[in-house]
């Protein structure tokens, strides 16, 4: 089975900065869309941002300018660089994929079927 392995959160101040990283190794499954979302407590998983294995990205509008998604797919690794974090954002944030295509990768976690175990955001105001 396929899973992918994020990395990177933490605690930090209002207005700081984070970057998390996801990896999935191996070429066995296709990853046509990547994405990240996050849980905060009460509330269900939603779409942070995801992008396309041709690079095309979908963000969230609560974190439009503040978070940037990437991919090296060279290093099946997925990026989510987190600038100007508020409490709004503490949250355990996720790494999807799925293996089938869409022209737009939705920001819909039930799209998704592959997930890692999650990384812990807290940011503290």
């Known amino acids: 089975q396929v899973q992918p392995v994020e990395s990177g959160g933490g605690s930090v101040e209002s207005g700081g900065s984070l970057r998390l990283s996801c990896e999935v190794s191996?070429?066995?499954?296709?990853?046509?869309?990547t994405g990240w979302f996050r849980e905060a407590p009460g509330k269900e998983r939603e779409g942070v941002a995801t992008?396309?294995?041709?690079?095309?990205?979908n963000y969230a509008d609560s974190v439009k300018g503040r978070f940037t998604i990437s991919q090296d797919n060279a290093k099946n690794t997925l990026y989510l660089q987190m600038n100007s974090l508020n409490a709004e954002d503490t949250a355990m944030y996720y790494c999807?994929?799925?293996?089938?295509?869409?022209?737009?990768?939705?920001?819909?976690?039930?799209?998704?079927?592959?997930w890692g175990q999650g990384t812990q955001v807290t940011v503290s105001s």
């Open positions: 191996g070429t066995e499954t296709s990853r046509e869309c």
């Open positions: 999807g994929f799925r293996p089938s295509w869409y022209p737009l990768c939705p920001l819909d976690a039930f799209r998704y079927n592959y």
């Open positions: 992008i396309g294995r041709d690079g095309k990205t």
